[in-house]
């Protein structure tokens, strides 16, 4: 047995707060939204998007759990993998899963700039006015979501594919 089998994992963190318990209203709401976010869009794409601004976001719950979605909705190990250097391996990528990409990095980091009109001008070309909208939707949703994950420490490793719906 290797030192690396005998190695013992650091602890898990306490969360902070648990907030679905102490705000159900505002959970109920915030689901609500997700659902409205991801209608019309592929499930792979819409993955794709919630592990990016996770990844942005340093949100480990939320990548866990987007992570496990993408691989039960048939998204590979190698694309997930790839992007958090997808500029490095754009070939992984469709031209519309990148315009997503990084439609979902100008939205996520809106410290840098506003969201360069080259961006989205790249995305509009890739879905209607329809699904824009609902790209844009879900990645504001996804930003929420890590916000409330981030902010009370919410534990990952624990997601099972389906669990919130």
């Known amino acids: 047995m290797s030192n690396q089998e005998n190695a013992e994992y650091a602890?898990?963190?306490t969360p902070r707060l648990?907030?679905?318990q102490h705000a159900p209203e505002v959970y109920k709401a915030m689901v609500r939204l997700d659902g409205a976010a991801r209608?019309?869009?592929?499930?792979?794409l819409f993955e794709l998007v919630?592990?990016?601004a996770s990844q942005l976001n340093h949100c480990a719950y939320c990548l866990d759990m987007h992570t496990k979605d993408?691989?039960?909705a048939g998204e590979s190990i190698a694309r997930i993998v790839q992007l958090s250097a997808w500029e490095e391996s754009k070939h992984f990528y469709t031209e519309q899963e990148l315009?997503?990409?990084e439609l979902t990095e100008a939205v996520t980091v809106l410290t840098d700039s506003f969201v360069p009109a080259e961006?989205?001008?790249r995305a509009a070309k890739h879905f209607d006015e329809v699904q824009l909208t609902q790209l844009i939707a879900s990645i504001i949703v996804i930003n929420s979501w890590n916000r409330f994950a981030v902010t009370t420490r919410?534990?990952?490793g624990h997601y099972t594919p389906g669990q919130h719906g």
């Open 11 to 13: 602890p898990e963190h």
């Open 39 to 44: 209608k019309g869009l592929d499930a792979k």
């Open 99 to 101: 315009a997503a990409i």
């Open 18 to 20: 648990a907030w679905a």
């Open 119 to 121: 961006v989205y001008e």
């Open 70 to 72: 993408a691989l039960a």
């Open 50 to 52: 919630k592990i990016r």
């Open 154 to 156: 919410m534990v990952p």
